[in-house]
């Protein structure tokens, strides 16, 4: 039997008092939480999965819970996203579910995150995106940015700007348009999401020889550790999903704690 892998990891970084990333695999949700080791989780290749990561935004009040209410809501719909037009949708649905919670408490006014994940088909990947948060594949080929920056044009010898030109949540009260492509499922091909965290500081050269000389778990260690070396300034999230025949898989919650519906499921 065919069987997708996940390996995550969140953290909150060498500067900041606390975490504002969350990530959801599946029925499982880390919400603005910490964990020390990566947990990895086995889910049957088949009904549809969503892996995300969403970077709730600085400067902006309550980015936890930003992020924590979209992966919640990706949670929920997990299994049921049957094409690219349910992405739109849900992406829609939290954008519009941000802002009520906007307007309920004025301390929570513009609150807003990114959003990066796929969703694993039976024989498909959707790719899709809101903000900075990235998806990579890696294969034969090396690897490929998947996802789309939301930045401005960056003047020459600048790498990388807080400044995003849309996400969910925020000010705006049209929906953001996501960025979503979608892509043939091969074994040999892996994807990593990660937030800014990771991109900012550490290249898409560093990035490849990890995921060229480790896989799993390990590879997400190494590129944690690649970014704590590098000063690691902001959260860290991080989560690399592979594909293979695996005869016995069972999902772990080791570390991983959520919030909000549905917090008992099992993968």
Same mark, same amino acid.
């Given at each position: 039997m065919r069987y997708v892998s996940v390996a995550a990891l969140s953290h909150e970084g060498l500067l900041r008092d606390h975490n504002e990333d969350s990530v959801v695999v599946g029925p499982w949700t880390l919400c603005a939480t910490v964990t020390r080791a990566p947990?990895?989780?086995?889910?049957? =290749?088949g009904d549809p999965l969503v892996v995300a990561i969403a970077d709730g935004l600085g400067g902006h009040?309550?980015?936890?819970?930003?992020?924590?209410? =979209?992966v919640r809501y990706l949670a929920a719909a997990n299994g049921a996203i049957a094409g690219s037009d349910d992405v739109?949708?849900?992406?829609?649905?939290?954008?519009?579910?941000?802002?009520a919670e906007s307007r309920r408490d004025a301390a929570r006014s513009g609150m807003a995150t990114t959003v990066a994940g796929v969703v694993i088909g039976s024989d498909s990947v959707i790719v899709f995106n809101v903000g900075d948060s990235r998806v990579y594949a890696f294969g034969p080929r090396g690897l490929q940015l998947?996802? =789309? /920056? /939301?930045?401005?044009?960056?003047p020459p010898g600048v790498r990388h700007t807080s400044v995003l030109t849309q996400s969910i949540g925020g000010f705006d009260p049209a929906p953001p348009s996501p960025h979503i492509t979608i892509r043939e499922l091969a074994d040999d091909v892996s994807y990593l999401l990660c937030s800014d965290g990771l991109t900012d500081v550490v290249d898409d050269v560093r990035i490849a020889q990890v995921l060229e000389a480790d /896989?799993?778990?390990?590879?997400i260690f190494e590129l944690w550790r690649a970014t704590i070396d590098a000063g690691?300034?902001?959260?860290?999230?991080?989560?690399? =999903? &592979?594909?293979? /025949?695996?005869?016995?898989?069972?999902?772990? &919650?080791?570390?991983v704690?959520?919030?909000g519906p549905p917090r008992t499921m099992n993968a």
């Open positions: 947990a990895t989780f086995h889910f049957p =290749v009040p309550a980015g936890d819970e930003a992020s924590s209410l =979209v739109g949708k849900l992406i829609e649905l939290c954008h519009r579910a941000l802002l998947c996802s =789309v /920056d /939301d930045n401005p044009p960056l /896989d799993g778990a390990r590879a690691a300034p902001d959260n860290i999230s991080l989560a690399l =999903v &592979e594909f293979g /025949d695996i005869a016995q898989a069972t999902g772990t &919650e080791a570390d704690r959520g919030s």
